[in-house]
């Protein structure tokens, strides 16, 4: 049972949500059965799963019908109607988080029902509804085209004369439309970058060609896509990201944070990609990006701040020698992380922390008590050990790293390209080692051979010892 999709599901709740899901299966407009509120209460009471042994299906069924013999088919139905009940509970709470929903379909119940006066009245307070809320997102797009096509739908079927609305429901339909399509093409562009895959975006040069023909400087939603996808794709791109930066700190209260999270990671990438191209001090710009996103919680996800953009703020931040500040960032955000990563990442990024300042063997502390699962992390922390041994000039323990790092990537049937790059490392650390400091032509040799070397890890390292020797 442990390994099912509703226990899967469960141990995704928060104790609100469990709270939530007990009203909804005690209520009996959504749910009738019992053994379906006798389950989700041996559950609740489980939760969060530490026992396992208590969810073996004989130990629940025996609870649920103590009277019965063990039924494995009447056992999974009771499971199946449990899980189909959360289902329904979660669409109705992403449903009901936002207003305008319920406000939409009570529209169209009015509508559809002929009751003219209250489809009226419900119509001007939908209007005002939407008109105060702050977001001029796709999204507010979105529900004002539905709002209007409810208005549009109401005149016809009042049989008026003139559809005084027809322009607006059309207008809004074009700006969720370009909205949209231009969100989805600057997210592939960011997909191209990070996966080596591209898409084909239909309507692309056309949907670009109306926004220039067109104003839409005024419509916050159209504009912060189409300078982004500019910046990214202009060779001469720096006043459209300005104009991007500009709009983002001009309309930050115009866009839900799921969304504005989305902007905030295209003008990242633009950054990173101007920044790896050694234009101009853009890698300043990005570090203020991430200091803005994390002052107005743009990069928190159920409060959660992924590892990933954790050592991302880490890593621009030393290469600003923002010593201080990142300091307090790796201790003041540790919490933020997911509780199942959240030491090893907390040790990993300070010991990164430690290495740039030079203080290797506070480093390498560290990095003896991290233990990653995933593979990418764990050989970045094997690279960094690589290099602290042989900065203290630990030949022994670099070698028999470097033994075990070897066997470790012929082990992994996984790694794909990176292999090259890790066993290109290992084979340049090893020239590198025994490369006396006096032999001007053997340095010259190693420096162009992996110059010439595509797929090798921590390039600029290894060329930066040679020049060290």
């Known amino acids: ?29 959504f749910n ?22 208590l969810l073996d299906k004989k130990k629940v069924f025996q609870k649920i019908f103590p009277k019965e013999n063990y039924d494995e088919k009447k056992f999974g139905y009771t499971m199946s109607f449990l899980f189909q009940a959360i289902k329904d509970y979660l669409a109705y709470e992403e449903y009901a988080a936002e207003p305008m929903n319920s406000q939409i379909h009570l ?38 085209y539905q709002l209007q096509y409810e208005k549009s739908d109401f005149h016809i079927s009042q049989k008026r004369a003139g559809n005084e609305n027809f322009q607006a429901l059309s207008d809004e339909f074009t700006s ?41 400087s005024n419509t916050p939603a159209v504009a ?40 905030y990671i295209l003008a990242i990438n633009y950054c990173i990609k101007q ?39 880490i890593v621009a931040g030393l290469q600003l020698s923002e010593f201080e500040w990142v300091k307090t960032f790796i201790y003041e955000y540790k919490d933020q992380l997911a509780k199942n990563h959240r030491e090893n990442v907390f040790n990993y990024n300070l010991a990164i922390y430690y290495f740039v300042k030079k203080e290797y063997n506070e480093a390498m502390e560290l990095l003896l008590q991290v233990h990653f699962d995933d593979l990418h992390h ?21 070698n028999s790293l470097l033994s075990s790092l070897k ?35 053997g340095k010259e040799s190693l420096k162009n051979e992996i110059l010439s070397t595509k797929a090798v890890v921590e390039k600029r390292w290894l060329l930066q010892k040679i020049e060290e020797k």
């Open 107 to 144: 529209l169209r119940a009015f509508r559809n029902r002929g009751l003219q006066r209250q489809t009226e009245t419900e119509l001007l307070n939908a209007e005002k509804q939407l008109s105060k809320q702050p977001l001029r997102s796709i999204e507010y797009h979105f529900f004002n």
């Open 275 to 313: 920044s790896n191209a050694g234009k101009g001090n853009f890698l300043r710009d990005l570090f203020n990006l991430y200091k803005q996103g994390l002052k107005h919680n743009i990069f928190f996800e159920k409060g959660v701040l992924s590892r990933f953009t954790y050592k991302n703020i």
């Open 224 to 263: 912060v896509y189409y300078n982004a996808y500019k910046a990214l794709t202009e060779d001469d791109s720096i006043t459209y990201f300005n104009t991007l930066r500009d709009l983002v700190k001009e309309h930050h209260q115009r866009f839900p944070k799921s969304e504005l999270r989305g902007i």
């Open 407 to 441: 066997t470790f990537i012929y082990r992994r049937s996984d790694l794909g390209y990176h292999r090259d790059n890790y066993l290109n490392l290992i084979r340049f650390t090893k020239k590198l080692l025994y490369l006396p400091s006096y032999d001007k032509e």
């Open 378 to 398: 764990d050989l970045n922390s094997r690279c960094m050990l690589l290099k602290i041994y042989y900065e203290l000039d630990e030949d022994n323990a670099l």
């Open 1 to 29: 049972m442990l390994k099912s999709r509703l226990i899967e599901v469960f141990q995704s709740f928060s104790k609100k949500d469990i709270r939530g899901l007990r009203k909804w299966v005690n209520s009996p407009f």
């Open 32 to 53: 009738q059965r019992e053994d379906v509120i006798l389950l989700f209460e041996y559950l609740a009471k489980l939760y969060p799963f530490k026992k396992y042994d």
């Open 176 to 216: 969720y439309f370009i909205a949209n399509r231009l969100r989805l093409i600057c997210t592939g562009l960011v997909f191209k970058i990070v996966t080596k895959s591209s898409y084909q975006q239909k309507l692309q040069e056309e949907v670009l060609k109306y926004v220039e023909e067109n104003d839409y």
